[in-house]
């Protein structure tokens, strides 16, 4: 199984980015696809996820209102739209995959099956 996740790279606070993670799942519309992201210095922390079910989507508390997760099952593709970036989203950012989770364990990374090699967000002030 591959995750490949793209489109990180150097923008402005306040500016726009869409992050992908393209798969090679098989049964991509029966996984919970899940966003997590990692400063220098800090743990691992749960951004956003849309639930196997197609229809819940999840957010972490700091990312509500500006981060839009969405999957395209057509395409085995994860996305993140990431608008009014702060300086304090700079991080890079991981997708991850599973298919057994319960809606408690969404923001538990250590639940999540399969992991994408992450792609640099950097937010300048």
């Known amino acids: 199984v591959q995750l490949q996740a793209s489109g990180g790279g150097l923008v402005q606070a306040g500016d726009s980015l869409r992050l992908s993670c393209t798969t090679s799942l098989r049964t991509f519309a029966g996984y919970t696809m899940g966003w997590f992201r990692q400063a220098p210095g800090k743990e691992r922390e749960f951004v956003a996820a849309?639930?196997?079910?197609?229809?819940?989507?999840h957010y972490a508390d700091s990312v509500k209102g500006r981060f839009t997760i969405s999957k395209d099952n057509a395409k085995n593709t994860v996305y993140l739209q990431m608008n009014s970036l702060k300086p304090e989203d700079s991080a890079v950012y991981y997708c991850?995959?599973?298919?057994?989770?319960?809606?408690?364990?969404?923001?538990?990374?250590?639940?999540?099956?399969?992991w994408g090699q992450g792609t640099q967000v950097t937010v300048s002030s």
């Open positions: 991850a995959a599973d298919r057994r989770l319960i809606l408690s364990s969404i923001p538990d990374g250590d639940q999540y099956d399969y």
């Open positions: 849309s639930f196997r079910n197609g229809v819940s989507t």
